[in-house]
């Protein structure tokens, strides 16, 4: 492989971020390509200061450069100024470790965290010099891959992805690469062969070997074109997250970016079964990280970073075994050392967890209540009482905090004004409790529009138009405008149209995102380039609707774009979840009652694995599970389904 430093380094010069481009992070390596290896280029098609602190694609760069006949480098999507002078000076996609371009690497693999993304995926594959179709490849170009929560419905990048990657990467990554290292030492001819070989790899899907037939608006089948391909594929899940402690040397930049701290995930999954949350569906079951290994990894990381800020990761940190422990622990592990717990369920977030976090610099704590009304709460299945927040928000402010975000959703099935302007009576309630500790008490309200995701019991919910969301969003900007100590910030609905649009849509919304990508439509994530009218546009050029894709309720009986894929949910356990969300039934945490059939635990010969399965004092209704005798044991119940 050769190495484009040499022409590209005068161009940096010219750049708004050139540090973005030249690599040489602690932690970063330098691999040497052997004959036979299977090069990996392993991309985030988003800014260097968004891609570079996720986990997902750290944790794989380790373990393939720790995997015998692979080598992985990193790339990410070049801002505009770049990649004009990248087109103009006829330079191609390039690694950031060695600046190698994209297209002698043997694979292209993508982060897809996030539906807006999807025309920066084209326009990396396009920058690399491989054809952006996969239709179009020839047996010597790359093999373009995804993985990431996204590709639970990857039908929208079908015509674009060769493979797509379902649930957890550590295992299936090394399977992948040996099958491709196979592949290149029987000559690498016939690219076909090479798919059909990926196919057979369990939470391997290969679009192109599958026909879909449309009625209407909706998907009428997905079935394999050849023998021996699998009509459902199985999402990957590492059943021992203590087997994989990584990422082992976190990069450290040598620019700003986001999240620049150390992360270390103490959890995998959530049994908390909140109804709109995907993550929470799809990375069933709970897995814990051993608490010892984490005050490693924490400890470790500390000392060959240089970081004073650690966070530990999850869906629901404040649910980790012992965490008040592990937290004191590693306060305690050096000067000012600052601990974040994103993700905190406010009935789980206790003054014993704040006298713990206090050891270390008090930054802003971010808490989700996510609907302002009970009645609300209940709909989505995000159990907790208003004396829930308020317990936690004083906590806060007692042990010396001043600022404190509330995240809401808005746009949610059965939502009313009153529901809404509830979320506006919260905020005002926990100013207030601010102010009894701090004149300078802060309450920033962050408010998004809800989108229906895949795999969730709210998946056949016909989401909100942009104008009813944009309505909404004025009802509460008036509602709070005068609120001393009360901060107001809002999802553009215009955004959340097209994250709707993509998030549900099937294969026909590829010829949709390639229009937007050819007409200028990248960095759709960014408000400065955001352009509805380029999706609208391109929707009505190819004979889609905004109301098939996204307004419009699904039935029970529709097949759904992503149907012959599996989380390892049962479909049926997510349709009675949505009849209990439109009934206002919740279902309490199953960690701490019988399980409820919902599928993700089927075959691993476990149910969640965690250190220890104590019910939260006062909680949820529910029974809970003595797992030291198998027993069960009372918990105060609260309105829940039967």
Same mark, same amino acid.
């Given at each position: 492989m050769t190495s484009l430093w040499p022409q590209l380094e005068p161009l940096l010069a010219q750049v708004e971020k050139p540090a973005r481009y030249i690599g040489c992070e602690d932690g970063a390596l330098e691999p040497t390509l052997s004959a036979g290896d299977v090069a990996w280029l392993l991309v985030y098609p988003d800014t260097y200061e968004i891609g570079l602190p996720n986990q997902g694609l750290q944790i794989l760069y380790e373990l393939l450069n720790e995997h015998a006949g692979a080598i992985a480098e990193r790339a990410y999507a070049p801002w505009t100024d770049l990649e004009a002078l990248l087109r103009d000076n006829g330079l191609p996609l390039f690694s950031v470790d060695t600046h190698r371009p994209a297209g002698e690497f043997d694979v292209l693999a993508f982060n897809l965290s996030a539906e807006l993304?999807?025309?920066?995926? &084209? +326009?990396?594959?396009?920058?690399?010099?491989?054809? $952006?179709?996969?239709?179009?490849?020839?047996?010597?170009?790359?093999?373009?891959?995804?993985?990431?929560?996204? @590709?639970?419905?990857?039908?929208?990048l079908a015509d674009f992805l060769d493979a797509v990657v379902l649930g957890d990467g550590e295992e299936v990554i090394a399977e992948i690469s040996d099958v491709i290292a196979s592949w290149k030492g029987a000559g690498g001819v016939e690219r076909q062969q090479l798919l059909m070989s990926l196919a057979q790899i369990t939470g391997v899907y290969v679009p192109s070997l599958y026909d879909v037939r449309f009625d209407g608006p909706a998907v009428a089948s997905i079935e394999p074109r050849y023998v021996g391909v699998p009509a459902r594929i199985e999402k990957r899940t590492v059943t021992d997250l203590g087997e994989w402690p990584y990422p082992k040397h976190q990069l450290v930049p040598l620019t700003? $970016?986001?999240?620049?701290?150390?992360?270390?995930?103490?959890?995998?999954?959530?049994?908390?079964?909140?109804?709109?949350?995907?993550?929470?569906?799809?990375?069933?079951?709970?897995?814990?990280?051993?608490?010892?290994?984490?005050?490693?990894?924490v400890s470790e990381g500390l000392r060959r970073t240089g970081y004073d800020e650690v966070a530990l990761t =999850? &869906?629901?940190?404040?649910?980790?075994?012992?965490?008040?422990?592990?937290?004191?622990?590693?306060?305690? *592990?050096?000067?000012?050392?600052?601990?974040?717990?994103? =993700?905190l369920r406010v009935d789980a977030f206790t003054v014993g967890i704040a006298n713990q976090l206090q050891g270390g610099r008090r930054t802003g704590l971010t808490f989700a209540p996510e609907a302002g009304t009970?009645?609300?709460?209940?709909?989505?299945?995000?159990?907790?009482?208003?004396?829930? &927040?308020?317990?936690?928000?004083? %906590?806060?402010?007692?042990?010396?905090?001043?600022?404190?975000? !509330?995240?809401?959703?808005?746009?949610?099935?059965?939502?009313?004004?009153?529901? @809404? !302007?509830?979320?506006?009576? !919260?905020?005002? +309630? *926990?100013? %207030?409790?601010?102010?009894?500790h701090t004149s300078g008490a802060s309450v920033t309200v962050s408010v998004g529009g809800f989108v229906p995701k895949p795999f969730t019991p709210f998946q056949w919910f016909g989401q909100n138009t942009a104008e009813e969301l944009t309505r909404k969003m004025y009802l509460l900007r008036d509602a709070l405008r005068r609120e001393r100590g009360v901060q107001f910030k809002w999802h553009d609905p215009k955004a959340t149209l097209v994250e709707g649009i993509a998030s549900r849509g099937d294969r026909r919304l590829g010829a949709v995102i390639e229009q937007v990508w050819r007409r200028g439509g990248t960095f759709q994530e960014w408000s400065e380039h955001f352009d509805l009218n380029l999706w609208l546009d391109a929707l009505a050029d190819h004979g889609l609707s905004v109301e098939d894709l996204v307004y419009r309720h699904r039935a029970e009986g529709e097949t759904l774009p992503w149907d012959h894929l599996s989380a390892g949910l049962h479909k049926d356990f997510l349709w009675q979840d949505w009849r209990d969300a439109l009934a206002e039934v919740g279902l309490p945490d199953c960690r701490w009652t019988p399980c409820y059939d919902c599928g993700a635990c089927t075959g691993y010969a476990l149910e969640h694995v965690v250190a220890s399965a104590v019910p939260?004092?006062?909680? =949820?209704?529910?029974?809970?599970?003595? &797992?030291? @005798?198998?027993?069960?044991?009372?918990?105060?119940?609260?309105?829940?389904?039967?």
């Open positions: 993304v999807y025309t920066n995926v &084209l +326009n990396c594959i396009d920058l690399a010099g491989v054809p $952006v179709r996969a239709a179009d490849r020839a047996d010597h170009d790359p093999i373009v891959i995804a993985g990431g929560h996204c @590709t639970y419905n990857p039908e929208p700003e $970016v986001v999240h620049d701290r150390l992360n270390v995930e103490v959890f995998r999954g959530c049994t908390r079964g909140c109804r709109f949350c995907q993550a929470g569906m799809i990375t069933r079951p709970v897995r814990e990280r051993p608490a010892d290994q984490v005050r490693t990894m =999850s &869906l629901s940190t404040a649910d980790f075994s012992g965490i008040e422990q592990v937290v004191g622990d590693i306060v305690g *592990c050096g000067d000012n050392i600052s601990v974040s717990l994103p =993700s009970w009645r609300m709460r209940q709909v989505i299945n995000k159990l907790i009482r208003e004396e829930d &927040l308020y317990a936690a928000v004083d %906590a806060a402010f007692s042990q010396g905090w001043r600022r404190v975000k !509330l995240y809401f959703l808005t746009g949610l099935p059965s939502e009313t004004d009153e529901d @809404t !302007l509830g979320i506006a009576a !919260l905020a005002r +309630n *926990c100013a %207030a409790i601010g102010r009894k939260p004092a006062g909680g =949820s209704q529910g029974t809970g599970q003595d &797992l030291s @005798t198998g027993g069960w044991v009372p918990v105060e119940l609260v309105g829940v389904r039967p």
